[in-house]
């Protein structure tokens, strides 16, 4: 069985040789992790970089919802995208005495991460790096455009020390009209260029002789200027050749600072809360194995197909069509759409009967499930109102989460309008010790709603995207 986290593959497409190969993701993170970040770096940043990495390729992982390469339909990621693919052992050489100890370093970062990806709101974030911020992140806007809520300026006086944390490039007018595309050298702006405090005061004769001119805060005359400088005549101009350009760091300043990270590990401080230092906001959670095709392996569910028994005070259609019957047919198709994926199944009751609440409650609390779901059919006296509910009782962040991701999968699937997830107090929502739910799958009132609810295909429908929204709830444990 292979329920291991450490067997992961990631379908890798490479454009040059045409062909698509897997390989393993936590091997992959190993590789780019050697390829990003400094090895001599402490071990909790290179825990931090494997988790970054692992981040990386998860979100373009098919089987964890990603979209993959536009380049092959198959693939998760393409080849010549990943720079820095190559088996550890082609370090030899380069990495010389150090290569043990670097590869060591690596599998240690690898395998105490095992599995762990950064989440905002349940989805794997892009986690930037940079090498040096030089005394502060930035936030996403003032360099991308578009506001990240996880990637918000953070002070980080941690890299400090690092090499690049003060640095200078000499740029010369050449190269500068060449990398920007302009002509500065046929300006007549460049010529005598005046700058504040360097050289200004400039006075010339008739002839166009220097006579006087200042630079810095000496005054001089234009011939003390040609002797000192040795130049062939008072008639002189000036134009810069090379600008120096002083920076502050290294990198764009998005997300995490590696020396920063670096020098917080260095402080004690520990991968996890490092990571969540730079990323504001973040979640580390394991991902599930998607191999296994059965993501809900050892979670119980009770499913509570609402009302039962022929004096069911359940809602009935204007065609006569019984709540109760739908909500049983639904939850007997759910029962083979979670144990298809793993899950260890409950129901309150399998065949038309009368079950009381208390009762039911009971079983909830005798088998504690992970989750209880019932399932509902919807009434309202006019026959216009149409759509889906789903309720969870007030403060309830687990039910809340499982029904964001089933409420979109079910109204698109069924087609039905969005009628919001909401708290309350249901009776069973308050009684079951455990996360529960309550599904109004749709309005049986309604004559469009009441005729999809008679077809059996689309109660299957209803359980396989009730199935989803599971699988997609339980994509990272
Ligand atoms: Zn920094
Ligand atoms: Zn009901």
């Known amino acids: 069985m292979c329920t291991e986290n450490n067997e992961v593959y990631v379908n890798i497409y490479d454009k040059k040789n045409d062909n698509i190969e897997s390989k393993l993701l936590e091997e992959m993170v190993k590789e780019l992790v050697a390829c990003t970040m400094p090895l001599n770096f402490h071990i909790e940043a290179l825990k931090c970089q494997s988790i970054i990495i692992r981040t990386r390729l998860v979100r373009q992982m098919k089987a964890y919802g990603g979209v993959g390469t536009e380049e092959c339909k198959e693939a998760d990621i393409l080849k010549q995208d990943f720079e820095g693919l190559i088996p550890l052992i082609e370090y030899k050489n380069v990495w010389k005495n150090k290569y043990e100890e670097y590869k060591e370093k690596l599998e240690k970062a690898a395998l ?23 005394g502060s992140t930035e936030n996403s806007e003032n360099i991308e455009g578009n506001a990240v809520r996880y990637l918000r300026r953070v002070l980080c006086n941690y890299c400090e020390d690092s090499p690049y944390s003060l640095n200078y490039k000499d740029i010369s007018i050449d190269e500068l009209e060449k990398k920007l595309g302009l002509e500065l050298t046929n300006d007549n ?26 630079i810095g805060n000496k005054e001089f005359s234009g011939k003390e200027i040609m002797e000192i400088l040795d130049i062939n005549s008072t008639r002189f101009s000036w134009r810069p050749q090379i600008i120096r350009f002083f920076t502050v760091g290294k990198g764009d300043g998005l997300g995490l600072c590696q020396y920063g ?44 197909p609402a009302h039962g028994g022929e004096s069911s005070d ?7 069509l019984r709540e109760k019957d739908v909500n049983l047919s639904i939850a007997l198709y759910l029962v083979k759409e979670l144990e298809s994926i793993g899950a260890n199944v409950y129901l309150t009751r399998d065949k038309d009967e009368v079950i009381h609440l208390n009762d039911r409650a009971q079983m909830a609390k ?43 999968v ?35 009132s309604n004559f469009d709603e009441e005729r999809i609810l008679m077809s059996k295909d689309f109660r299957k429908k209803a359980a ?14």
């Not at 105490?112 to 030089?134: A, M, S």
């Not at 005598?192 to 220097?210: A, L």
């Not at 917080?264 to 969540?276: D, F, G, S, Y």
């Not at 079910?410 to 009684?431: Q, V």
């Open 112 to 134: 105490e991460t095992t599995g762990k990806i950064l989440l905002f709101n349940n989805k794997p974030i892009d986690p930037r790096t940079h090498l040096v911020c030089g």
């Open 314 to 320: 359940d809602n009935v259609g204007n065609h006569g």
């Open 189 to 214: 702006f460049m010529k005598d260029i005046t700058i504040n405090k360097f050289i200004d005061n400039v006075v010339r004769d008739e002839q166009d002789r220097v006579t006087r001119i200042k």
């Open 410 to 444: 079910l109204t698109n699937e069924m087609n039905t309008l969005n009628k919001g997830i909401k708290s309350a107090e249901f009776f069973l929502l308050r009684e079951i010790p455990v996360s529960s739910i309550h599904i109004e799958v749709a309005y049986i």
């Open 261 to 304: 990270a670096n020098s917080m590990a260095n402080n004690q401080t520990l991968a996890e809360e490092i990571l969540k230092y730079y990323y504001t906001g973040v979640i580390i959670k394991k991902i599930q194995n998607p191999c296994i095709n059965k993501p809900l392996e050892g979670k119980i569910i009770m499913i509570d």
């Open 366 to 408: 005798d088998i504690g499930p992970d989750f209880f779901i019932s399932i509902h059919q919807n009434y309202f006296s006019h026959c216009s109102k149409s759509g889906t509910e789903i309720y969870y009782f007030r403060g309830d962040k687990m039910a809340k989460e499982l029904a964001e991701e089933i409420m979109p």
């Open 464 to 477: 396989k995207a009730i199935a989803k929204g599971f699988i997609n709830f339980y994509k990272y444990i």
